[in-house]
């Protein structure tokens, strides 16, 4: 009897093992300038998740876990939790960090020097593109040199021909300004005033008063609106500085309209990375709805999603948790070649994959077939502020 106890507990070992979940790091700004975001954010990541585990599972029906960490939009603190995800939570993989900042240093100290698979749902900077990655590391949005050039050229489209500009000294802001006004100029577009801030200062009444000099038509504010946004737009208006605001996707936050008002915003503009009309942004939206109580219009939630259905396919496609192969299956998922994957079809993405069939994700903010760089194409799209709302009038390409 007692050997027959022991012959069973040995066979029971293996099954034990394999049931043990599956962990994707997540690695979001739960705190810090994009705080206001993340909520909704959280939730195209936990549908993903759901989906998938209602769905068969992952691996052979192990259920996929997110460990969420905290990068606090903060370098230092990105490396931090990057460090905890992978070397006490042994995540498989890594969805974020969303700010370019902690993006850029956790990658560099971090998910490269340990091997981890890394796809980044939010961070635009163009210094990724270039970065000596060994193939680790992916983004689901296009790089700010693209959203840059698409904003310098609709601020002249728009018919403003003088501006002034400010951006925050941040890895995100410098990029982005860096792109707006290379074309911003090369089109015949005049800078009136060029600053850099600093975050999180409670006065920059003495910079707006610089830049208010040489009868700018505007002020293009490239900055994280819950950093030093919010407060520039409001010292402006209170000081008769500017009126009329032009900002990136960092700018368009609920928190902007809640704390200045629609009715102030209204001769102001955004730009954002978006998504055309397809059936997969279709059937995300019709799946978001049901399970969150958020609109389907907040940032960053379809890109989210996709980098989790991605990094599981991925998975699913390695046959295993070995981080080595999940990376060289990352572009394997989303080739053209294969049978298209759409969001809320991980059960049939399992039954190709179990057939050596090849698939090809076509995700809720696009196709994402990533380049050498681990880079994707993408749209802009061109936001107002109508009423206490965001509307997007435009996609740009």
């Known amino acids: 009897m007692k050997l027959m106890m022991v012959v069973l507990a040995v066979a029971l070992i293996p099954a034990a093992a394999s049931a043990q979940p599956v962990k994707i790091g997540a690695l979001f700004g739960v705190t810090g300038p994009i705080a206001n975001f993340i909520p909704p954010i959280i939730d195209g990541a936990n549908l ?188 402006s208006l209170e000081n008769g500085f500017f009126e009329r605001f032009i900002g990136p996707d960092g700018m368009r936050d609920d928190l902007l309209i809640e704390q200045i008002g629609g009715e102030y915003l209204g001769k102001s503009f955004f730009t954002t990375p978006s998504s055309v009309a397809s059936s997969a942004k279709e059937k995300f939206e019709k799946n978001f709805a049901a399970f969150s109580e958020h609109g389907v219009d907040k940032m960053f939630i379809k890109e989210t999603y996709d980098a989790i259905m991605v990094m599981a396919l991925a998975i699913e496609q390695a046959g295993s948790t070995d981080r080595r192969l999940v990376r060289k299956m990352i572009r394997a998922v989303a080739t053209a070649d294969g049978e298209v994957i759409e969001p809320g079809e991980w059960a ?19 196709e994402h077939e990533f380049d050498g760089n681990g880079d994707v194409a993408g749209v802009i799209g061109h936001y107002i502020v109508e009423g206490n709302k965001y509307k997007e009038i435009d996609i740009l390409k």
């Open 48 to 235: 993903a998740v759901k989906e998938i585990n209602d769905n068969g599972g992952i691996l052979g029906g192990r259920k996929l876990e997110l460990v969420i960490g905290d990068s606090g939009c903060s370098p230092q603190a990105g490396v931090d939790a990057a460090t905890k995800l992978v070397n006490v939570n042994n995540v498989v993989g890594i969805v974020g960090p969303m700010c370019s900042g902690p993006t850029i240093a956790a990658a560099s100290s971090v998910m490269i020097p340990t091997g981890v698979p890394t796809i980044s749902p939010t961070a635009t900077s163009p210094d990724l593109t270039g970065l000596e990655d060994k193939d680790y590391i992916f983004r689901v949005i296009p790089s700010d040199n693209f959203q840059g050039k698409v904003m310098g050229k609709l601020v002249l489209d728009q018919g403003l021909k003088r501006v002034a500009l400010t951006y925050a000294n941040n890895d995100y802001a410098v990029g982005l300004a860096t792109a707006f006004r290379n074309t911003y100029t090369a089109l015949g577009g005049t800078i009136t005033a060029d600053q850099v801030h600093e975050e999180k200062k409670s006065s920059y009444r003495s910079e707006l008063a610089t830049l208010s000099r040489g009868n700018p038509e505007a002020l293009v504010l490239i900055a994280y609106a819950g950093s030093s946004g919010i407060t520039i737009v409001k010292q």
């Open 348 to 366: 049939k993405a399992k039954r190709l994959i179990a057939a050596h069939q090849a698939i090809n994700y076509n995700g809720a903010a696009g």
